[in-house]
């Protein structure tokens, strides 16, 4: 059975202290990773997708990475703007994404 | 450019009622996505349409079904509304279906659906 699942579910830091949070994934035939960010109140904005293990991508003071079973979002320096939920998301096939339950961060100026 | 436009954003039902919620996606994608968010459940996907056909559906009762229309501008409806249906229901567009790499899913504001 597909599976998302990431960890924490909910994490505090002081603005500035970098943290990474995890999304492990098991589902039949990964393709693509995705990163979203969602804002109470609001939709899902898309930060990234991720094909293939080792793969990196950049935002600002966002990194994921990818590897056969997770993936990693690494905040560095994080602001109080950041505070929200952070979602993953894997799609199997076609466009149907398969959600974890998210984290939500709180940075604390 | 637009984004993924859902109307109403807002709305209140009795058990029982039926709703339509719409979707308009971004200009240029033929790929409309739902999806229902609940505090319990999280995220789970409801079905996807592609060129008016529907490609994908996820394990929802037949109360929830769709359409799309030839402008790529979906509509979901869910009939004999219960309480447990109330939660904020997402429409997603991306320019095609399938697993492409570069073929981002982008999704709109919501549309919040309280059944009393």
């Known amino acids: 059975e597909d599976q998302v699942t990431q960890s924490p579910e909910a994490l505090r830091l002081q603005e500035g202290e970098s943290s990474s949070l995890n999304c492990s994934y098991t589902?039949?035939?990964?393709?693509?990773l995705f990163w979203y960010r969602q804002d109470p109140g609001k939709g899902p904005e898309f930060l990234f997708t991720?094909?293939?293990a080792g793969e990196e991508k950049e935002k600002e003071r966002l990194k994921a990475t990818l590897t056969k079973k997770e993936s990693f979002l690494h905040i560095t320096a994080p602001k109080p703007e950041d505070s929200a939920t952070y979602l993953c998301?894997?799609?199997?096939?076609?466009?149907?994404?398969?959600f974890g339950t998210g984290t939500r961060l709180t940075v604390i100026p | 450019k637009a984004g993924v436009t859902q109307t109403p954003r807002y709305l209140i039902k009795t058990r029982g009622q039926q709703v339509t919620l719409s979707c308009s996606p971004i200009?240029?994608?033929?790929?409309v996505s739902w999806y229902q968010q609940t505090p319990g459940q999280g995220l789970q996907f409801l079905f996807e349409?592609?060129?008016?056909?529907?490609?994908n559906k996820g394990n929802f009762p037949g109360r929830f079904s769709g359409r799309q229309f030839s402008n790529s501008r979906s509509e979901m409806n869910v009939s004999t509304l219960e309480l447990g249906d109330s939660a904020l229901y997402l429409c997603?567009?991306?320019?095609?279906?399938?697993?492409?790499?570069?073929?981002?899913?982008?999704f709109g504001e919501g549309s919040w659906l309280t059944v009393v």
């Open positions: 997603a567009s991306s320019y095609q279906t399938g697993s492409n790499s570069g073929n981002t899913i982008y």
């Open positions: 589902v039949s035939g990964l393709r693509g």
């Open positions: 991720l094909y293939s």
């Open positions: 998301a894997a799609r199997t096939g076609a466009n149907n994404l398969f």
């Open positions: 200009s240029g994608h033929r790929s």
């Open positions: 349409y592609f060129s008016e056909t529907q490609r």
